[in-house]
């Protein structure tokens, strides 16, 4: 996979520089773009997802830590629950390959090579450190929701005051929208250069994405209303640890361009 997955690699045999059509490569990385704000977040393009079925004090009373409530009210927030959001960590990476994509049709081989390995060892590494920081912070919200839910009568009551309510009509339509834009990013990638769909690192992370995307849509429909928000945190650890996994692979596969890169460079200072 880590060889399928350098971009180099797939130009050799992938699209054409000339053949490239540019306006629209641009509007799908736009698109693209508007599809990774959505799943962080912009309140200007979902508007106020977040409900709060209990007020700060209510929570307390059902001895709910003030702390532990009013981080979940935050990481709640637009869009609803933190599968949605988490989509991001995989979807960003999938919008930095892109970008890259672009770089090495209008860039010099050499230049690119450069810039290639040393982008991706930084981005990627940024990446790693950050997914798995919010897989261990997301494996400690699941396992509280757990604890609480099974904790009856007092813990599942704080659980269901937490936790029990889930907005199901708002997230499917923010999944329909997201993967509406996804489809229309692909059209467009598409039409920019058809040679795209060789490049097989591009097409599985999208692929993947989009099965995360449509299982985490399958979660909020048929799990029990009070079980969804587990489901949906569960399915936003397994997304995070998939963006993980996939972020040390774009890792370890920038190192031998960062060494040619270094290789050429002391073979001219020669």
Known sequence: MAAAWSIREGFRSGPDPDALRRPFFYAALVVFAVVVLAEVGMSLLLGQAAVEPVSAADANKLGVPLDVFLKTQRADSDPPGAGIGFLAFLDGLLLFTVVMLGLSLIMDLRTYGRVQGLATLIVTLLWVIAAFLTAMLALAKLFLMIGLFVAAPFG???????????????????????????????????????????VTGLVVLLAVSVLLQVVLGVIHGFLPGPLVSIGDQFWALITVVVALVWALIMLIASIPAIINALRVSGSAGD
């Open 156 to 198: 599942t009551i704080a659980y269901l005051a937490l936790w029990g309510s889930f907005p199901k009509g708002q997230a499917a339509a923010i999944l329909g929208l997201l993967l509406l834009l996804k489809i229309v990013f692909a059209v467009l990638l598409v039409l920019s250069q058809p040679k795209f769909l060789k």
